[in-house]
Structures are given as C-alpha cells and as structure tokens.
C-alpha cells in the first residue's frame, strides 16, 4: 500500500511491519506526514507510535507498530 506524503507516494510493507519495528518517512509537514501514516494504518488495523525527527539531516515521521 502507498502513502501519499508531500506529493510523494511512500510504499511501505506493512506486512512486513512487525511488533517492535520501525520506519523512517522523510517529510516536510510532519503534520500531515503523521495524519496520512495513520490513516492507513488503521486500514491495518495497526496501532503507531509516531516521533517527528531528523536522521542524518532529513527531517520526517519515525514511525513503531506497537500493536
């Protein structure tokens, strides 16, 4: 399934998005970033823990399936 984030589509696997893991979506609203990877997450029926963050110079959504 694709997020669309800043005019960007985001496949993200969420099968593969196990308890405990997490992804990093590069952004430049971090509101609207989380808005959208929660949206399709409750399609998953996954529930999130989200961060705004900056690795390695990029800002964006660091993202833990918690359940």
Partial sequence: MTVRIDGIDYEIKW????????????????IQAQRAILREAKTHRYKLALKIAIEN??????????S
Avoid: H, M, N, Y
């Fill in 15 to 30: 099968a593969r998005l196990t308890k405990g893991a997490s992804i990093f979506v590069p952004c430049l609203d971090p």
């Fill in 57 to 66: 110079g990029v800002q964006g959504i660091r993202a833990w399936r918690i």
